[in-house]
Protein backbone atom coordinates (compact mmCIF):
# COMPACT_ATOMS: atom_id res chain seq x y z
CA UNK A 1 0.00 0.00 0.00
CA UNK A 2 1.30 3.31 -0.99
CA UNK A 3 2.41 5.50 2.16
CA UNK A 4 3.53 9.00 3.23
CA UNK A 5 7.19 8.90 4.46
CA UNK A 6 8.56 11.40 6.48
CA UNK A 7 12.53 12.32 7.63
CA UNK A 8 13.85 11.84 10.14
CA UNK A 9 11.99 10.24 12.46
CA UNK A 10 14.01 12.24 15.26
CA UNK A 11 15.38 15.27 15.13
CA UNK A 12 16.78 17.27 17.62
CA UNK A 13 18.07 20.71 17.36
CA UNK A 14 18.81 23.65 19.59
CA UNK A 15 16.95 27.13 20.20
CA UNK A 16 16.92 29.42 17.95
CA UNK A 17 18.56 26.83 14.84
CA UNK A 18 16.57 26.46 11.40
CA UNK A 19 15.15 22.82 11.26
CA UNK A 20 13.81 21.93 7.63
CA UNK A 21 11.42 18.42 8.09
CA UNK A 22 11.01 16.21 5.09
CA UNK A 23 8.23 14.46 3.84
CA UNK A 24 7.53 12.36 0.49
CA UNK A 25 3.78 12.46 -0.31
CA UNK A 26 2.12 9.35 -2.10
CA UNK A 27 3.15 10.03 -5.55
CA UNK A 28 -0.14 10.71 -7.60
CA UNK A 29 -1.93 13.26 -4.29
CA UNK A 30 -2.49 16.90 -4.93
CA UNK A 31 -3.47 18.20 -1.35
CA UNK A 32 -0.57 18.39 1.32
CA UNK A 33 -0.78 19.19 4.75
CA UNK A 34 1.21 19.37 8.07
CA UNK A 35 0.01 19.08 11.53
CA UNK A 36 1.73 19.24 15.45
CA UNK A 37 1.24 17.01 18.09
CA UNK A 38 2.73 18.57 21.31
CA UNK A 39 3.55 15.82 23.73
CA UNK A 40 0.10 14.29 25.64
CA UNK A 41 -1.88 16.81 23.55
CA UNK A 42 -4.01 16.84 20.48
CA UNK A 43 -3.00 16.74 16.57
CA UNK A 44 -3.04 20.29 15.21
CA UNK A 45 -3.13 21.47 11.71
CA UNK A 46 -0.83 23.63 11.16
CA UNK A 47 -1.26 24.70 6.76
CA UNK A 48 -2.54 23.13 3.79
CA UNK A 49 -0.89 23.11 0.32
CA UNK A 50 -2.36 22.97 -2.73
CA UNK A 51 -0.97 24.17 -6.35
CA UNK A 52 1.84 25.20 -5.09
CA UNK A 53 0.48 26.92 -2.53
CA UNK A 54 -0.71 27.92 0.78
CA UNK A 55 -4.37 26.92 0.60
CA UNK A 56 -5.23 27.45 4.87
CA UNK A 57 -3.16 28.01 7.60
CA UNK A 58 -3.70 28.01 10.95
CA UNK A 59 -2.90 30.80 13.92
CA UNK A 60 0.31 28.94 14.80
CA UNK A 61 1.62 29.12 11.17
CA UNK A 62 3.32 32.16 11.99
CA UNK A 63 6.04 33.85 10.33
CA UNK A 64 8.59 31.67 11.71
CA UNK A 65 7.43 28.51 9.64
CA UNK A 66 6.88 27.96 6.01
CA UNK A 67 6.39 25.01 3.73
CA UNK A 68 7.56 24.20 0.37
CA UNK A 69 7.37 21.30 -2.48
CA UNK A 70 10.95 22.15 -4.14
CA UNK A 71 10.59 19.29 -6.53
CA UNK A 72 7.48 17.66 -7.40
CA UNK A 73 7.86 14.97 -4.45
CA UNK A 74 9.17 16.58 -1.47
CA UNK A 75 7.51 18.77 0.91
CA UNK A 76 9.18 20.46 3.70
CA UNK A 77 8.27 22.11 6.44
CA UNK A 78 10.66 25.28 7.75
CA UNK A 79 10.78 26.51 11.12
CA UNK A 80 13.01 29.65 10.68
CA UNK A 81 13.79 29.93 14.30
CA UNK A 82 13.09 27.40 16.74
CA UNK A 83 11.90 28.23 20.11
CA UNK A 84 11.58 25.40 23.18
CA UNK A 85 7.55 25.14 22.22
CA UNK A 86 8.19 24.08 19.20
CA UNK A 87 8.93 20.62 20.25
CA UNK A 88 6.34 18.06 19.09
CA UNK A 89 5.70 15.31 16.94
CA UNK A 90 5.23 17.10 13.37
CA UNK A 91 2.67 15.03 10.97
CA UNK A 92 2.76 15.10 7.40
CA UNK A 93 -0.44 14.15 5.26
CA UNK A 94 -1.40 13.83 1.42
CA UNK A 95 -4.55 13.58 -0.35
CA UNK A 96 -6.16 12.79 -3.50
CA UNK A 97 -8.84 15.78 -4.34
CA UNK A 98 -12.35 14.19 -2.60
CA UNK A 99 -10.22 11.91 -0.81
CA UNK A 100 -9.29 10.95 2.45
CA UNK A 101 -5.83 12.18 3.82
CA UNK A 102 -3.10 9.73 4.27
CA UNK A 103 -0.70 10.14 7.52
CA UNK A 104 3.08 9.83 7.80
CA UNK A 105 4.57 8.25 10.70
CA UNK A 106 5.31 11.26 11.92
CA UNK A 107 8.95 13.14 12.65
CA UNK A 108 9.95 14.09 16.21
CA UNK A 109 11.58 17.13 16.90
CA UNK A 110 13.50 18.06 20.00
CA UNK A 111 14.37 21.42 20.67
CA UNK A 112 17.06 21.90 23.43
CA UNK B 1 -16.57 25.95 12.53
CA UNK B 2 -15.67 22.10 12.76
CA UNK B 3 -14.74 20.35 15.79
CA UNK B 4 -15.06 17.21 17.67
CA UNK B 5 -15.34 16.64 21.52
CA UNK B 6 -14.03 13.41 23.05
CA UNK B 7 -15.42 13.47 26.76
CA UNK B 8 -13.27 10.62 28.00
CA UNK B 9 -9.73 11.44 28.56
CA UNK B 10 -8.85 8.09 29.76
CA UNK B 11 -10.29 4.29 29.51
CA UNK B 12 -9.79 1.48 31.58
CA UNK B 13 -11.22 -1.85 30.37
CA UNK B 14 -10.44 -5.09 31.66
CA UNK B 15 -9.70 -7.69 28.81
CA UNK B 16 -12.34 -9.33 27.00
CA UNK B 17 -14.68 -6.99 28.09
CA UNK B 18 -16.93 -4.66 25.63
CA UNK B 19 -15.89 -0.75 24.37
CA UNK B 20 -17.25 2.24 23.39
CA UNK B 21 -14.93 5.07 22.99
CA UNK B 22 -16.96 8.21 22.72
CA UNK B 23 -16.99 11.35 20.17
CA UNK B 24 -19.26 14.12 19.51
CA UNK B 25 -18.75 16.69 16.12
CA UNK B 26 -19.92 19.90 15.21
CA UNK B 27 -19.60 20.57 11.41
CA UNK B 28 -22.13 22.41 9.15
CA UNK B 29 -22.77 19.65 7.02
CA UNK B 30 -22.31 16.41 6.49
CA UNK B 31 -19.08 15.43 7.64
CA UNK B 32 -16.50 12.85 6.74
CA UNK B 33 -15.66 11.08 10.22
CA UNK B 34 -12.65 8.95 10.99
CA UNK B 35 -11.09 7.08 14.32
CA UNK B 36 -7.04 7.12 14.13
CA UNK B 37 -4.76 5.01 16.39
CA UNK B 38 -1.67 5.93 18.32
CA UNK B 39 0.58 3.73 19.97
CA UNK B 40 3.57 5.74 21.89
CA UNK B 41 5.85 7.35 19.51
CA UNK B 42 4.11 6.25 16.30
CA UNK B 43 2.19 7.77 13.61
CA UNK B 44 -1.69 7.80 13.32
CA UNK B 45 -2.85 4.76 11.70
CA UNK B 46 -6.42 5.12 10.20
CA UNK B 47 -8.92 2.50 11.73
CA UNK B 48 -11.86 3.61 10.26
CA UNK B 49 -13.74 6.51 8.20
CA UNK B 50 -16.89 7.32 7.26
CA UNK B 51 -17.96 9.64 4.15
CA UNK B 52 -21.34 8.32 3.81
CA UNK B 53 -24.09 5.32 3.29
CA UNK B 54 -24.46 2.98 6.01
CA UNK B 55 -24.04 4.33 9.18
CA UNK B 56 -22.47 1.36 10.53
CA UNK B 57 -18.96 1.14 9.69
CA UNK B 58 -16.64 -1.96 10.20
CA UNK B 59 -12.91 -1.79 10.66
CA UNK B 60 -10.39 -4.16 11.37
CA UNK B 61 -9.84 -6.21 14.74
CA UNK B 62 -13.40 -6.26 15.33
CA UNK B 63 -13.99 -2.46 15.90
CA UNK B 64 -16.81 -0.84 14.79
CA UNK B 65 -18.45 2.19 14.51
CA UNK B 66 -21.92 4.21 13.83
CA UNK B 67 -22.73 7.42 13.01
CA UNK B 68 -25.32 8.85 14.11
CA UNK B 69 -26.63 12.21 12.81
CA UNK B 70 -29.08 13.37 15.22
CA UNK B 71 -26.91 12.88 18.10
CA UNK B 72 -23.84 14.20 15.91
CA UNK B 73 -21.43 11.58 17.13
CA UNK B 74 -19.77 8.56 16.09
CA UNK B 75 -18.52 6.60 18.55
CA UNK B 76 -15.84 3.52 18.50
CA UNK B 77 -17.26 0.35 19.86
CA UNK B 78 -15.42 -3.32 19.74
CA UNK B 79 -17.49 -6.27 21.63
CA UNK B 80 -13.99 -7.79 23.34
CA UNK B 81 -10.92 -5.52 23.88
CA UNK B 82 -7.26 -7.62 23.57
CA UNK B 83 -4.11 -6.18 25.40
CA UNK B 84 -3.03 -5.30 22.07
CA UNK B 85 -5.39 -2.45 21.40
CA UNK B 86 -3.85 -0.15 24.37
CA UNK B 87 -3.58 2.82 22.88
CA UNK B 88 -4.41 6.42 22.35
CA UNK B 89 -7.59 6.85 19.77
CA UNK B 90 -8.47 10.22 18.00
CA UNK B 91 -11.51 10.89 16.14
CA UNK B 92 -11.32 13.56 13.50
CA UNK B 93 -13.79 15.22 11.73
CA UNK B 94 -13.39 16.47 7.72
CA UNK B 95 -14.52 17.40 4.40
CA UNK B 96 -13.53 17.00 0.82
CA UNK B 97 -10.31 19.66 0.14
CA UNK B 98 -9.97 21.00 3.78
CA UNK B 99 -8.43 20.25 6.94
CA UNK B 100 -9.04 18.12 9.75
CA UNK B 101 -9.66 18.74 13.29
CA UNK B 102 -8.68 16.34 15.62
CA UNK B 103 -10.15 15.52 19.36
CA UNK B 104 -7.78 15.54 22.01
CA UNK B 105 -8.10 11.61 22.06
CA UNK B 106 -9.01 8.91 24.54
CA UNK B 107 -6.24 6.85 26.01
CA UNK B 108 -7.60 3.31 26.30
CA UNK B 109 -5.64 0.78 28.88
CA UNK B 110 -6.25 -2.43 29.01
CA UNK B 111 -6.39 -4.36 32.24
CA UNK B 112 -5.32 -8.38 32.36
Known amino acids: EPEVTQTPSHQVTQMGQEVILRCVPI?????FYWYRQILGQKVEFLVSFYNNEISEKSEIFDDQFSVERPDGSNFTLKIRSTKLEDSAMYFC??????????FGAGTRLSVL | AQSVTQPDIHITVSEGASLELRCNYS??????LFWYVQSPGQGLQLRLKYFSGDTLVQGIKGFEAEFKRSQSSFNLRKPSVHWSDAAEYFC??????????FGAGTRLTVKP
Open chain 1, 93 to 102: ASKLAGGFQY
Open chain 2, 92 to 101: AVGAVNNDMR
Open chain 1, 27 to 31: SNHLY
Open chain 2, 27 to 32: YGATPY
